[in-house]
Structures are given as C-alpha cells and as structure tokens.
C-alpha cells in the first residue's frame, strides 16, 4: 500500500492570537457587565408560620409592635404591648420605649429579646421599614457610633 503525497504533508499549525483575542474580549465584556451590590441590613428576621404549623416559642416574652393604615395607606397609629404610642415622631417614640426595656451596654446580641410586626395589609412599605430600623437599632449622634437593640425581628400573618 503506496500512502500519496508522504512528500508533501503541509504542517498544521493552531493560530492562537484570535483565540486569545476572543478570551481577552469575554473578560472585558464579564467585568465590565459585573455589578456590586451593596450588602443590606443584616436583620435576623423569621417570616410567619404556614397555616398549621407551630411557631417555636422563645423563652422570653415577644414585644408587639402593631401598625395600622388609615384609609389612604398612612400610618394611623403605633403600639408597643398594649401601650399606644402618639406624637409627631412615633418610630423616635418608639426607639426611645424600646432602648428603655432592652440594655445594650453589652453589645449587639446581648439580648434574646424578639418582637413581632404585626402591619396591616395596606400599609405603605415605607412605614414598616421605619418601625424596622426603630427597632433594630440607631446611631449616636455624638460619636456616630452604631449600637444595634433588638436583632430578632418576625412578622406577625396578615389577617385579612
């Protein structure tokens, strides 16, 4: 068996500069497409329950916190417990009645406090938010330092 053309084998070479062009291309397209987020408040939030299954039951009492909505989505009113809260500023209200019961001296997550949002159906995000961030914690204006109060926060279930 005779092989044709043994003299004339062309030699075969592999062109590396457009694959290195098109790698090069996929990493500038890949980083510049690339966007950081900013990582959100760290809230060590439980949403509610399904319907049926049994909430795990802290060993100390769960503070209320209930917003309710006026007709036209407002904020209406604030609770703490059974205690309405009233005023211009009720979240500032809020924080100050929340700093009184909750020591923080001794750092975030000293306390094994809990407190259950309870809002209604209606309300505006922007009031649950705030209740959130009453709540959770708050920045001395003197030394703009963060002193976090209460990091266990769930959310009571609609009732419609």
């Known amino acids: 068996m005779k092989i044709r053309h043994a003299e004339h084998r ?5 062109q590396m500069t457009p ?13 510049f497409t690339f966007k950081i987020s900013l990582p ?5 939030i439980r949403m509610p329950a ?31 417990g059974d205690v309405a809260i009233a005023g211009d ?3 500032g209200q809020l924080q100050t009645r ?3 019961m909750v020591d923080d001296s001794a750092g975030p997550g ?3 406090q809990e407190v259950e949002i309870e809002a209604d159906y209606d309300l505006k995000y922007q009031y649950v938010i705030s209740a959130m961030t ?18 266990k926060v769930r959310f009571a279930p609609l009732a419609k």
């Open 10 to 14: 062309e030699d075969l070479s592999l």
């Open 19 to 31: 694959m290195i062009d098109i790698v090069f291309q996929l990493m500038v397209f890949f980083v």
């Open 40 to 44: 959100e408040g760290d809230f060590n």
């Open 50 to 80: 399904q319907a049926g299954a049994a909430a795990v039951p802290s060993e100390t009492p769960v503070l209320r916190v209930r917003l309710r909505a006026s007709e036209s989505r407002d904020l209406a009113s604030v609770q703490l």
């Open 89 to 91: 500023d009720p979240f």
């Open 98 to 100: 929340i700093r009184g």
């Open 110 to 112: 000293s306390t094994d």
């Open 134 to 151: 009453a709540i959770t914690g708050y920045i001395d204006p003197a030394t703009g330092e963060q002193h976090k109060l209460i990091e």
